[in-house]
């Protein structure tokens, strides 16, 4: 019943930005605590950013104070600002939720930094 699909990702150089968007449907998104993931090739997938119904955010130590988790209940959308951007950055990111009885993700998308 859930679909979650990702859009933004690209490439980029070191230091710049990208702003990844995730469309929910077939949900009552604003109860929802949405997160982003990223695998990059040979690593497991981590838990990037989290944001709860109340906005409350959680940031993997990695990418606090450069990337931002958002929420747009009316919209059904969630939103990862990713700023000054790293070469180790670079995975396929991940929407991640949890809605009746399982979790839900989306099929990614792709985000490589490199000069």
């Known amino acids: 019943q859930v679909q979650l699909v990702e859009s933004g990702g690209g490439l980029v150089q070191p230091g710049g930005s990208l702003r990844l968007s995730c469309a929910a449907s077939?949900?009552?998104?604003?109860?929802?605590?949405m997160r982003w993931y990223r695998q990059a090739p040979g690593k497991e997938r981590e838990l990037v950013a989290t944001?709860?119904?109340?906005?409350?955010?959680n940031y993997a130590d990695s990418v606090k104070g450069r990337f931002t988790i958002s929420r747009d209940n009316a919209k059904k959308m969630v939103y990862l600002q990713m700023n000054s951007l790293k070469p180790e950055d670079t995975a396929v990111y991940y929407c991640?939720?949890?809605?009746?009885?399982?979790?839900?993700w989306g099929q990614g998308t792709q985000v490589t930094v490199s000069s």
């Open positions: 991640n939720t949890y809605s009746d009885g399982r979790y839900y």
């Open positions: 077939g949900t009552i998104f604003s109860i929802n605590t």
């Open positions: 944001i709860t119904s109340g906005r409350t955010t």
